[in-house]
């Protein structure tokens, strides 16, 4: 007798079955014979490389020098796809031809799955709708609002950190310590998001009190659904052909502790959203003095929106529903807090491996400091030349997220900026795209085109900013990006629409760290890995396979230079 449990196991290795073969029968092809890869797996084909955490990063830059600006790479069940860092075709897929490039049907399904109806996870009509109600809100005018409550958040990084390294250094020494600097760069952000936000405080700063489910939820999401992401057209699979509840028995019944872990952070985001959002509707009904009383003053991104709903409330073409308002506060937390946690991570430790560079952005800071008689407003945050030229070149050359995918609707082709090779030896100028065929943009290897930046391509040379005007070769290129010549941001109408947020909470934390300790290697722990996931984190060497990122770092805390006078 075959029990209940044991049933829906084999019930589950049935249709896994019947999805590989289904699958490989139906699986897209390239129209042309593109050159690319071996599949390194006979089912996964090359993604336990593409996705592989410790050695993905190394494995796309491999790629992109060996094969080129358009060939293909092998995926689940002999699926083909086209990895593209060719601007002049990435021009259509992400500006000219949105109409047939959308995301794909797996990452759309992960996104709602996690965060719900937020603009990320919706398209077609819906998306503009979203947006257009959304983008005044991350615009320069509502950012420079924002940017007291920025400098809130930098001055209690920086106080937590003081007091972090006078709690570990030697009596009679220099204030200095060893720090986990990824803790206290990825708590910032957090706090930075869920304030300028959400407003809402997750206390990420406050070393007293331990931290809430909420918080751990959010931190955690990114690199604990990346690795499963080789897997996701199974389970877009399963939510177009399989009831409900068997979907619902299937993940209660899966044997992966990654699985039952991602769906118990889910929860917990969609639990807390629902009772953030609930209190602050409330408030709104109460009038401005309730709100003005609330976390961020009511100046946060989600209570400027809110309000902007309900007074469309009238109006059902402008007007949101509660569930699509509701879906941008998990998709903000997400798409605000990991990517600028990974990029400021990535700026301290190129500061810390360039002393330098770290001393010259210090002298720029004090030479503001001292013209300026006090607190930096948004445009001497946005506009401080060294600062800014080590914010774009770290975004350059360590784009938070290294990919993205989009998929065609219809057959097309488009047009390439110079001839590829083929695998039979012809030479193509135009490339046919197959229907239903996934498109990997190619971010990083854009950023990193040597033809495009010259051969110092993959060096931190934060001085290529400062020089007047891009150089030809920049211009030439025509990358369709929506930030200084890359795809950091990616391009077009689903770029990324919190780029000044971003901004403004990077370089406000980033000032007070630096103006106030030194950073350099840690003694021992010299050696930095950075992997690949939905953002690139760091890892010590020998421990890449840990899910929690770790980037030690020397701290030495500066002698004070008026600094609280300045405040």
């Known amino acids: 007798m075959i029990d209940k449990a044991n049933a829906v196991l084999l019930a589950a290795l049935v249709t896994v079955c019947a999805l590989y073969s289904a699958w490989r029968r139906h699986a897209v092809k390239c129209v042309v014979p593109l050159r690319g890869p071996a599949p390194s797996s006979f089912l996964l084909g090359n993604s336990p490389d593409l996705y592989s955490g410790p050695h993905g990063l190394a494995y796309h830059h491999t790629l992109a020098a060996t094969y080129g600006r358009a060939f293909k790479v092998h995926m689940l069940a002999g699926e083909e796809q086209i990895y593209l860092s060719d601007t002049r075709a990435l021009h259509h897929v992400l500006v000219r031809d949105t109409h047939v490039f959308d995301e794909t049907p797996a990452m759309m399904s992960e996104f709602y ?3 719900g109806p937020g603009l990320i996870s919706v398209h077609g009509d819906t998306h503009k709708k979203q947006r257009k109600m959304i983008q005044p809100l991350f615009g320069a005018a509502h950012m420079r609002v924002l940017t007291p409550t920025f400098w809130d958040i930098a001055y209690q990084a920086r106080d937590v950190i003081r007091a972090k390294v006078a709690c570990a250094s030697d009596a009679g020494k220099a204030p200095s310590a060893v720090l986990d600097l990824w803790k206290w760069s990825s708590r910032a952000a957090l706090e930075g998001v869920g304030v300028g936000a959400l407003g809402y405080s997750f206390d990420a700063l406050d070393d007293e009190t331990e931290d809430n489910a909420y918080m751990v939820a959010a931190r955690e999401l990114p690199y604990t659904v990346y690795p499963l992401r080789k897997f996701m057209p199974i389970c877009v699979w399963c939510m177009r052909n399989l009831p409900v509840w ?26 807390n959203s629902e009772a953030l959002y609930a209190a602050k509707k409330a408030a709104l009904r109460e ?19 809110m309000k902007a ?20 506060m998990n998709t903000l937390i997400s798409a605000a807090h990991d990517t600028t946690s990974s990029a400021l991570a990535h700026m301290i430790y190129c500061l810390a491996q360039d002393l330098p560079r770290q001393r010259r952005l210090r002298e720029e ?23 800014d030229a080590c914010y774009r070149e770290t975004l350059r050359l360590y784009a938070p997220a290294s990919f993205q995918h989009r998929t065609a609707t219809e057959a ?12 039979n030896g012809e030479l193509i100028s135009a490339l046919p795209i197959a229907k239903g065929q996934t498109v990997v943009v190619a971010i990083e290897a854009v950023n990193r085109d040597p033809a495009i930046w010259g051969p110092d391509a993959d060096t931190w040379l934060p001085e290529r900013w400062l020089t007047k005007g891009s150089p030809a070769s920049v211009q030439a290129a025509g990358v369709p990006g929506a930030f200084s010549h890359t795809l950091t941001f990616l391009g077009g109408n689903r770029s990324c629409i919190g780029m000044k947020f971003s901004e403004i909470e990077l370089k406000t934390i980033l000032i007070a760290l630096v103006e106030n ?34 980037l030690p770092l020397l701290v030495t805390t500066m002698k004070p230079r008026s600094v609280d006078a300045l405040e």
Request: with cysteine; aromatic share 6%.
């Open 287 to 305: 009038g401005d003095a309730e709100v003005a009383a609330q976390v961020g003053a009511g100046n946060d991104v989600m209570s400027v929106l």
């Open 517 to 550: 300790f030194e950073f350099a290697p840690a003694p021992g722990q010299e050696e930095v890995k950075w992997r690949l996931s939905l953002v690139q984190t760091p890892a010590q060497p020998g421990r890449e396979h840990l899910d929690e990122p770790e």
């Open 246 to 271: 068997l979907q619902r028995a299937l993940a209660r019944v899966t044997p992966v502790p990654r699985v039952q872990k991602v769906c118990r952070i889910v929860e917990t985001l969609q639990r």
């Open 309 to 328: 709903n309900m007074a469309a409330a009238a109006n059902e073409k402008e007007c949101l529903p509660d569930d699509e308002v509701m879906g941008q």
């Open 365 to 387: 800071l004090a030479q503001a400091r001292s013209d300026t008689f006090g607190e930096f407003d948004y445009h001497t945050v946005t506009t401080l030349p060294f600062l």
């Open 412 to 423: 097309i082709t488009v047009p390439l900026s110079a001839p590829i090779e083929l695998s």
């Open 113 to 115: 799955y996690c965060f």
